[in-house]
């Protein structure tokens, strides 16, 4: 039975294990277009995120990490550049029928499943879980994907109901911007 549950300091080596397996520069290349993760954190970003911001979600099967979904203020996020020109940026984006702000939406993600447990339910819930956890300090949830990375962009979009707010252009990539209103619950998912 898979637990959904907030990260503890013990669980940074199952976290960054899945972060190696699963990044860009280690995957296998047969293997990407099944998703990966782009940003690199190291132990002591985890910690903090555990400490400061209660953002880092796990999904364990028995003693083992098989996702990691992480959520932080942006306050968390500043110190890189994708999220600085992000923050920049969020004064002209009206989502939700509010301009969006650093007060009112945080940021969401990355999020990495092991590829054993892909397809069975567990971005939903691992989302849902962290949706309750954020969703009494914010309204909106903001996040980003790589346009390189299609199949996390469906998964987003088609299994837990994100919404395509605009593409950004950042250190020659293309970015998907997606929102989430915080009030709704993910379809489907049970955490009880």
Known sequence: MIIYRNAKADDIAGVSDLQSRYHISSI?????????????FTHEQFTSLIERENGLAVACDGDRVISYAMAASWEYWREWPLFQHMIADLPSIEYLGRVLSTDNSYQYGPVCIDGEYRG???LEHIFEFSR?????????????????NPRSYEAHVRKVGMDLIKTFEFNNNTYYELGYDMSRPVPGTRLD
Do not use: C, H, S, Y
């Open 132 to 148: 309750r956890q954020m969703a009494g300090r914010w309204p909106v949830m903001i996040t980003f994907i790589n346009k390189i």
């Open 28 to 40: 296998r290349e047969e293997d990407k277009p099944d998703g990966f993760v782009t940003t690199l």
């Open 120 to 122: 069975r339910g567990v």
